[in-house]
T-cell receptor, first 115, second 114 residues
Framework: DAGITQSPRHKVTETGTPVTLRCHQT?????MYWYRQDPGHGLRLIHY???????DKGEVSDGYSVSRSKTEDFLLTLESATSSQTSVYFC??????????????FGPGTRLTVL | DQQVKQNSPSLSVQEGRISILNCDYT??????FLWYKKYPAEGPTFLIS?????DKNEDGRFTVFLNKSAKHLSLHIVPSQPGDSAVYFC?????????????FGKGTKLSVIP
């Protein structure tokens, strides 16, 4: 299994509070991603990073920010949590090398509930 | 606008028979396709992939077929086993965009009945 951990694994918070989720990898992969999974929507990309301090928006980035100060860590912040952000959040990594297999490897997920 | 579509939310198959999961896509820039398997309370795990320059890729019991002209791919599992019961996601990449973003379908829940 790829070395990807997510913390916390479960969190319950209240509307309006900031929340930070952490993804940590030991594979030294260049690319890191944050997805959310919701019933009827599959997995949707929130933000991704293609290197330290290099990030970009995904399909559903509103209300989220990210930071990557080290290769191994990618943080997802909900600036002011809302009930619509109740979801399961997955981090993923990939090598991102042209011409080779580009599968992403996923972490175990964080279940976030916003009351 | 859903670029990757899995039109069957669920599929039930008897153990030992073939499972066929289908996926359609609309973006002609997609050049790499992947299937992921997901058990409850776990992250998705990579299963098998195929490049757009091929029309078939096989790995043990799993085979993926790609029909570029129809923008259609399918995952065949034979023989199906109860442990194959999971949600299967089809995903696609447009590597030319340089971001290696995966676009996922909504998933198909496969139930293999003993």
């Amino acid at each position: 299994d790829a070395g990807i951990t997510q913390s916390p694994r479960h969190k319950v918070t209240e509307t309006g509070t900031p929340v930070t989720l952490r993804c940590h990898q030991t594979e030294n992969h260049r690319y890191m991603y944050w997805y959310r999974q919701d019933p009827g929507h599959g997995l949707r990309l929130i933000h991704y990073s293609y290197g330290v301090k290099d990030t970009d928006k995904g399909e559903v980035s509103d209300g989220y920010s990210v930071s990557r100060s080290k290769t191994e860590d990618f943080l997802l912040t909900l600036e002011s949590a809302t009930s619509s952000q109740t979801s399961v959040y997955f981090c993923a990594i990939s090598e991102g090398l042209a011409g080779v297999r580009n599968e992403q490897f996923f972490g175990p997920g964080t279940r976030l509930t916003v009351l | 606008d859903q670029q990757v579509k899995q039109n069957s939310p669920s599929l039930s198959v008897q153990e030992g028979r073939i499972s066929i999961l289908n996926c359609d896509y609309t973006n002609s820039m997609f050049d790499y396709f992947l299937w992921y398997k997901k058990y409850p309370a776990e992250g998705p795990t990579f299963l098998i992939s195929i490049s757009s320059i091929k029309d078939k890729n096989e790995d043990g019991r799993f085979t993926v077929f790609l029909n570029k002209s129809a923008k259609h791919l399918s995952l065949h599992i034979v023989p199906s086993q109860p442990g194959d019961s999971a949600v299967y996601f089809c995903a696609a990449i447009s590597s030319g965009a340089g971001s290696y973003q995966l676009t996922f379908g909504k998933g198909t829940k496969l139930s293999v009945i003993p």
